[in-house]
């Protein structure tokens, strides 16, 4: 396997890998959510989850980020192997005729 390949698997096992992560972080949040609002807490308890929430939400924001960036990394990578086919399709054609 060329290296570009296993660059461009690469990104898309990394793509995959966070948006697991974002789902799972998520779902955290959600939970964290439910509890925060479904039963009476203690301050302390209050607290205590509103800080994991803001952790949550810090977390997928930055994973959304680095997805936006790893989509647009896989974008240009396949408008270059377009091309890159394109190139070589013209260049054969060129010399078979």
């Known amino acids: 396997m060329t290296k570009k390949k296993r660059e461009n698997l690469g990104v898309a096992l990394e793509?995959?890998?966070?948006?697991?992560?974002?789902?799972?972080?998520?779902?955290?949040?959600e939970a964290v959510n439910s509890r925060l609002y479904g039963v009476e807490l203690s301050p302390e308890a209050r607290k205590s989850l509103e800080k994991e929430k803001n952790s949550l939400m810090n977390k997928a924001s930055h994973y959304e980020k680095e997805l936006k960036l790893l989509r647009q990394e896989n974008r240009r990578n396949m408008l270059l192997s377009v091309a890159i086919f394109i190139l070589l399709t013209?260049?054969?054609t060129y010399w078979t005729l």
Do not use: M, S
């Not at 793509?15 to 949040?29: A, F, M, N, S, V």
């Open 15 to 29: 793509i995959d890998g966070l948006e697991e992560k974002l789902l799972r972080c998520r779902r955290d949040l």
């Open 90 to 92: 013209l260049v054969y």
